[in-house]
């Protein structure tokens, strides 16, 4: 109903065009659903915008669009309120037609052709592989996931990828520290990685010397030192004497933790089509050829021994070292290569999902891939705030290096995989979240997601007492306050949905299911369904039959199970 009143909004305005009372007709014309019954079902502001270029006031306009407008059956009534706006009023039968869709195409009802097939390649998480996932990578994980669902729903093709930061100094601490666990010494550097996963990972090694390798190494910092010094120093110990036993730590290390990430995401319902390891950029040869490639056009400088990018000559504040001065490449310059394999995979559209801390990172990838003569603006980078846990009220203080955080794991374990990935999505992912374990345990109306469940739950319940009924619906029937809210709620799914995927906002369809359920509930308690009248009767199971696809569907999409008992 919604893209027939925008038509018919068009038409009018072209043929006030023709009149010669406007020059043009925008492009988007603004139609939306009206938050007061008394304001009917839909609502546009057109006339306000457009009556400078009429040259007179948005009612005056409003009244000519009005009468231009070709009036069907499906429209009860036009009102002008305001300062001009149009309020549209739907006829029941055109209202209630919407119960007959959603029943007639079920799991497919909400199902898009946005994308036209077009094909994304969707990274998220990419969280360094040194330990287990904790509550923060849980959001970039549920709100990746969700988006890949929302897309595919819209009709792109998405590849979802897990870029493997498996090179690199954050690697070699790894290492170090799994070695120093297998020694058991007490001299642990401050800079290491002391969770109990360390321990775990030290308990699987065989047939390694156990080695002094605190010879000629400066000071930690609890002695006074340098804590970066010193575990450089250990690292350079380590590769130097234990040669090639510390590959085969490494090795270990990162198959036991790559193995724990990839299981845990899996359960929490997150698949990726590939896991893309930085590694094998430097084993090709990818991230020196690209280097070179950048020397001779001008775009890499030396400067004290390092190779600098002039990231500055496309909006960075400051140029960046992709090669340091002892020849090692930086994160950076893997990351460049990372980009242009992606771009030469031929997607149409290249989504980086980020933690908000890259924030800086992402004007100096853009420059990367203009510089490489790729059309920066098919790479679009979003950023995922923090997520703060609460219990009792209380924040839960977490630390990564030193081990004291809570796993996605254990938050799934505590809350279950459907609150978890529900609560993550609740918010705008721009936005910080306080992650609130009690009330995601709790089994209350506060609850959204047992709010939304249940309702689910509750329909099923209903249709399972419902004796078989020859006689046919109704729908005209369906005329008191709660049925023509609850109707007036699913003819708002389609653009829900559609505005989800158009700006990357699960969190707007984890709110409209939380007011699906309300009106659901509210109308449960306020009537019968179950009763003498066998054609209100029909009609009202039909009602809740839509309102249970829709809860369905949506859940669905946010990766959230509808439960038939609870």
């Known amino acids: ?41 839909f609502a546009t502001n057109i006339a306000m915008l457009l009556s400078k270029q009429a040259k007179c006031t948005p009612q005056d306009l409003a009244k000519k669009i009005v009468a231009k407008l070709e009036i069907t059956d499906e429209i009860e009534k036009i009102e002008i309120a305001g300062h001009g706006f149009i309020n549209f009023f739907i006829s029941q039968t055109s209202s209630t037609s919407i119960i007959n869709k959603i029943l007639d195409q079920g799991k497919n009802y909400g199902l898009l052709n946005i994308g036209t097939g077009q094909r994304v390649l969707l990274e998220f998480v990419s969280a360094n592989p040194t330990g287990p996932l904790h509550v923060g990578h849980g959001r970039g994980a549920a709100y990746g996931a969700t988006l890949a669902n929302l897309l595919r729903n ?41 969770g109990e996963y360390i321990t775990a990972i030290s308990k699987q090694i065989k047939g390694i010397k156990k080695l002094n390798i605190f010879t000629n190494v400066s000071k930690d910092a609890k002695d006074g030192g340098d804590k970066e010094k010193h575990i450089e120093d250990l690292i350079n110990n380590c590769k130097t004497q234990l040669g090639d036993d510390y590959k085969t730590i490494f090795n270990l290390a990162i198959k036991h933790i790559l193995a724990d990430i990839k299981q845990d995401l899996s359960e929490f319902g997150v698949e990726y089509q590939q896991w893309f390891s930085e590694q094998s950029l430097l084993d090709s040869g990818l991230s020196k050829k690209i280097i070179a490639t950048l020397q001779a056009s001008g775009h890499i400088y030396e400067k004290q021994g390092a190779l600098w990018f002039k990231t500055t000559d496309f909006g960075d504040d400051l140029d960046r070292v992709v090669v340091r001065d002892n020849g090692v490449h930086t994160y950076f310059a893997s990351d460049i290569a990372y980009h242009l394999e992606k771009f030469e995979r031929g997607y149409d559209k290249i989504i980086n999902i980020w933690g908000a801390d890259h924030h800086g990172y992402i004007a ?39 081990g004291s955080f809570v796993t996605l794991q254990q938050l799934r374990t505590e809350v279950g995989n459907d609150a ?52 046919a619906p ?33 969190h707007i369809l984890a709110y409209y299911l939380r007011d699906l359920a309300k009106d659901f509930h509210s109308y449960y308690n306020n009537c019968e369904f179950l009763i003498a009248d066998k054609n209100l009767q ?27 008992k609870m």
């Open 1 to 41: 109903m919604k893209t027939k009143l925008k038509q018919l909004i068009i038409n009018s305005l072209n043929t006030l065009v023709a009149d010669g009372v406007l020059k043009s007709v925008p492009e988007n014309i603004r139609l939306d659903h009206a938050k007061d019954d008394t304001q009917g079902d």
């Open 154 to 194: 819209a009709g792109f093709t998405v590849d979802c990828e897990y870029y493997v930061n498996d090179a690199g100094r954050q690697m070699d601490i790894l290492t170090t520290s799994v070695y120093l666990r297998y020694i058991n010494t007490d001299k642990f550097p401050d800079n290491g990685y002391q």
């Open 364 to 402: 100096r990838i853009k420059a990367c891939i203009k510089a490489l003569n790729h059309n920066p603006d098919k790479l679009e980078i979003l950023l995922v705030q923090f997520a703060n846990l609460y219990r009792s009220g209380k924040k839960i203080a977490m630390s990564t290096r030193s």
């Open 420 to 471: 978890a990935r529900f609560f993550y999505v609740l918010r705008k992912v721009d936005q910080h979240m306080d992650f609130d374990l009690d009330l995601a345990k709790s089994k209350t109306n506060e609850n959204p997601i047992f709010y939304i469940q249940y309702a689910h739950a509750r329909i099923c319940s209903v249709l399972a007492k419902a004796q078989d009924n020859t006689q």
């Open 474 to 506: 109704d729908l005209t029937l369906l005329n008191n306050a709660h049925e023509q809210a609850l109707i007036k709620q699913l003819s708002r799914y389609l653009n829900i949905v559609k505005n989800a995927v158009l700006n990357y906002e699960p």
């Open 538 to 564: 029909a009609s009202r199971l039909q009602l809740i039959t839509a309102t249970q696809q829709i809860l369905q569907n949506g859940l669905t999409l946010l990766g959230v199970s509808a439960p038939e």
